[in-house]
Nanobody, 114 residues
Framework: VQLQASGGGLVQAGGSLRLSCAAR????????MNWYRQAPGKQRELVAV???????NYTDSVKGRFTVSRDNVKRTIYLQMNNLEPEDTAVYYC?????????WGQGTQVTVSS
């Protein structure tokens, strides 16, 4: 299983970014996938979840601003981030737990300037 994340960058507060995570070696349609982030000096936190049935869940701090989606044919999940805040600055990781193992993408840096 390989996860390849992309789409990070530098944006001003109030701006938007769209992250992508392409999965290889796995059937995306039957799996839950997650977006995590880790800010400097902080623990990694779960940001968004997309389930195989199409449900989505978010941590409270991003509700109403972030949207997770998936394209099972392309084996890719997305994280649309709008109205970004400096507190969203972090390295963002996609993640899947499959057959009792955790797989992580390499991380993509998101920096929001005030």
């Amino acid at each position: 299983v390989q996860l390849q994340a992309s789409g990070g960058g530098l944006v001003q507060a109030g701006g938007s970014l769209r992250l992508s995570c392409a999965a290889r070696g796995i059937v995306l349609s039957v799996n839950t996938m997650n977006w995590y982030r880790q800010a400097p000096g902080k623990q990694r936190e779960l940001v968004a979840v997309t389930t195989s049935s199409g449900l989505a869940n978010y941590t409270d701090s991003v509700k109403g601003r972030f949207t997770v989606s998936r394209d099972n044919v392309k084996r890719t999940i997305y994280l649309q981030m709008n109205n970004l805040e400096p507190e969203d600055t972090a390295v963002y990781y996609c993640h899947i737990q499959w057959r009792a193992r955790d797989y992580w993408g390499q991380g993509t840096q998101v920096t929001v300037s005030s």
